[in-house]
């Protein structure tokens, strides 16, 4: 304990100083506080725990701005801020201000030509470690202009998966937020991720199980999901989860095939994404696919999704159903000769009879995303006008049963309500004289001295 605590005594006192001769000294320091970390236990637990500033520290020297940002002392810092970051260790260095010291980071190396390799794996590991635990992370990173980075550092090393995996992860973070996902998909990601996950291989599937992740996190997205479909990446989608179904035999993808479907499932959510579906006989290829995965009850989530799927996309009909799509026959007792009754039973069986105007009122151009996103709803207090915020309006208004004048005949019966009973002087405490009530009826009996 006495030892970490020196060393972190040094390396703020560096901090300060911010020399460029203190860089090597820097590395040294850092570099034995990273041994310490990964050696014991018990000093982990100490640097995060409450009152220690091990976590400032460290952060403060990747803040310095003389220091090199590939140097040893920032690389050791990664790897300790990486080892820290595991489940309330993470949070902590989102209290901390981690996320938008590493965001900026981020911006700095990325203005380097070429990058850095090491240093955009390290950067964007800790990224997608405490991206989660940051709700406002997309929101950082569109202010501090990091959002694009990653995308670019995709396009231009597709074939780098080292560096590919961390930066689709960091992608998987900022979809969540809906303006992040109109923003990346009008750059390009959507037929990015298309390209990487296709055609089929079994190599990298956890590249694949992340690049899946992150394009259903996309298509939530109307613009996007329209995007999509006007490219035909709907059938795609479904070549892809046939393919997977036929090589998958011992079900060891099941993650990768549920990802596959969590993308139809995003998709279909508009109209024009439900027609691609059943255009592109989406409803058999599910239908047939669950049918096989029925008896292995490990498949369940396929089979689970597979049918909110279909019954999402499955054209809606009014009762009565005339027609062969349905197991029952429902006969009105008479029908009209003409009418809209009539006309819905002389349909073609073919026909869908009840109209989808779910998306008529979006507008394509203009996402509702966009007007409607705050990051900050849940700081913020808004006055809701239909809520009654005054005390005496809200108070029950209680009324006679009968008017004063026919209550006042029961006065006699409650005077505590009506009379005043102050008769006592409060500095003599000596009570007043007793004067009889003329109207009292009978003797009055006056007690002598000696009676009490």
């Known amino acids: 304990s006495s030892r970490t ?21 820097a590395r040294y320091v850092t570099s034995k506080i990273l041994h310490l970390v990964q050696s014991q236990e018990k000093t982990r637990k100490e640097m995060t725990s409450k009152g220690s500033t091990g976590i400032e520290v460290i952060l403060s020297t990747l803040e310095v701005k003389s220091f090199n940002l590939c140097g040893y002392g920032y690389i050791a810092s990664y790897h300790f801020i990486i080892g820290l970051c595991g489940g309330r260790r993470a949070s902590v260095l989102v209290t ?34 405490i991206g989660p635990k940051d709700k406002k992370i997309g929101m950082k990173a569109r202010i501090n202009g990091a959002l694009n980075i990653s995308l670019n550092l995709v396009k231009q090393n597709l074939q780098n998966h080292k560096l590919v995996l961390p930066c689709l992860q960091v992608l998987r ?99 024009l994404g439900r027609k691609a ?4 006989n ?46 029952f026959h429902f006969q009105l007792p008479v029908i009209p000769a003409s009418g809209p009754v009539a006309q819905l039973y002389n349909l073609p069986p073919d026909v869908d009879d009840v109209v989808d105007e779910s998306d008529d009122n979006d507008d394509a151009e203009t996402e509702s995303e966009i007007e409607t996103e705050n990051d900050d709803d849940k700081d913020q207090h808004f006055k809701n ?26 006065e006699q019966f409650f005077p505590e309500l009506s009379e005043n009973f102050q008769e006592c002087d ?17 003797p009055i009996v006056v007690p002598t001295a000696g009676e009490e």
Not at 286 to 291: G, H, K, M, P, V
Not at 385 to 410: A, F, S, V, W
């Open 5 to 25: 605590v020196s060393l972190l005594s040094q390396l703020e006192k560096i901090n300060l100083d911010s020399v460029l001769g203190e860089a090597d000294n």
């Open 385 to 410: 006008d239909d809520i009654e915020t005054d005390i005496n309006k809200l108070r029950p208004r209680q009324e006679l049963g009968r008017p004063i004048e026919e209550l006042k005949m029961y």
């Open 277 to 280: 579906f059943i255009d592109a």
């Open 282 to 327: 989406g409803m058999k290829i599910l239908y047939n696919t669950s049918q096989e995965c029925l008896a292995v009850r490990t498949l369940d989530p396929l089979v689970n999704t597979s049918s909110l799927i279909m019954r999402k996309c499955f054209p809606k009909n009014r009762l009565p159903l005339p027609t062969i799509k349905s197991a």
């Open 173 to 271: 973070v900022y979809s969540t937020n809906s303006v992040n996902a109109v923003s990346l998909g009008k750059n390009g990601v959507v037929e990015l991720m298309f390209k990487i996950i296709g055609p089929f291989t079994k190599k990298n599937t956890s590249l694949m199980k992340v690049a899946l992740d992150t394009l259903a996190a996309l298509l939530k997205s109307k613009t996007n999901a329209r995007r999509a479909v006007d490219r035909g990446y709907v059938q795609v989608l479904l070549m892809i989860y046939v393919d997977w179904h036929r090589h998958d035999s011992r079900h060891r993808y099941m993650l990768i095939r549920k990802g596959v479907l969590q993308c139809i499932k995003s998709v279909t959510n508009i109209k």
């Open 96 to 129: 901390k201000g981690g996320t938008q010291i590493l965001l900026q980071l981020l911006l700095t190396a990325s203005k380097d030509s070429p990058p850095n390799e090491e240093l955009m794996v390290l950067l964007h590991t800790l990224l997608a470690k």
């Open 426 to 442: 409060l500095v003599s405490k000596e009570p007043k004289p007793f004067v009889p009530d003329a109207n009292l009826s009978g």
